[in-house]
């Protein structure tokens, strides 16, 4: 089956500790995105990836970075920098020209 | 800037009952509007979209309502159920290149027994 599969599910950090979700997709998707959803929030743009070695600030990029040296990959690392981490985090991913998002199951973060 | 901005933010039904979740976006070069439907701890699903040719799309007890001259759209449901109380979401989107899906920000339906 094709899909976004997104690890772990649930994540514990430590104050001062950056920590990387993963995502990977075998939808043979271009584009990547991560999306941050807070309690009874909407989805807010972190980040997101057009093409392998390439990738774009989204709304709220502070304090988070990425890397996309596979295209079926696309790692969000949440650093110390991030004052206020807990939080939904949200990979999807679509064709271009293709109407859409694919989403995966999320990853919760939670800082302790 | 909102493109897409959605309302009500949190809607109780009635089983059996209608909900109707409202969408307005002003960029006329939207052309595919989508709604999905999030359940707590699970990602956004795809549950129905419409292109702005049609006035009205149905797929079981969901339909879409689009006017194109407002450029307002919406999701009915029909014959609510318990199963139903989710987050929705509405998004536009443009046909071109990536980061072309606008979301509204999210009505949370609860569906009372």
């Known amino acids: 089956d094709g899909g976004i599969t997104q690890s772990p599910k649930y994540l514990f950090r430590k104050e001062g500790q950056n920590v990387t979700l993963s995502c990977e997709q075998n939808l043979n998707h271009d584009a990547m995105y991560w999306y941050r959803q807070d309690p009874g929030q909407g989805l807010r743009l972190i980040y997101y990836?057009?093409?392998?070695?390439?990738?774009q600030k989204g709304d709220i990029a502070e304090g988070y970075s990425v890397s996309r040296e596979k295209k079926e990959s696309f790692p969000l690392t949440v650093t110390s920098a991030q004052k206020n981490p807990t939080a939904f985090y949200l990979c999807?991913?679509?064709?271009?020209?293709?109407?859409?998002?694919?989403f995966g199951s999320g990853t919760r973060l939670t800082v302790v | 800037q909102q493109q897409v901005k959605q309302s009500p933010q949190s809607l109780i039904v009635q089983k059996g009952g209608i909900s109707i979740i409202n969408c307005a976006y002003e960029?006329?070069?939207?052309?595919?509007f989508p709604w999905y439907q999030q359940f707590p701890g699970k990602g956004p699903a795809l549950l129905i979209a419409i292109r702005p040719d049609v006035s009205e799309k149905k797929e079981g007890r969901f339909t879409i309502s689009f006017n194109k001259s407002a450029k307002q759209f919406s999701l009915h449901i029909m014959d609510s159920q318990p199963g139903d109380s989710a987050t929705y979401f509405c998004a536009a989107s443009l046909q071109t290149g990536a980061n072309n899906l606008f979301f509204g920000t999210g009505t949370r339906l609860t569906v009372i027994p």
């Open positions: 999807a991913s679509s064709l271009p020209g293709v109407y859409g998002y694919t």
């Open positions: 960029n006329t070069a939207f052309d595919y």
């Open positions: 990836s057009q093409i392998v070695n390439d990738f």
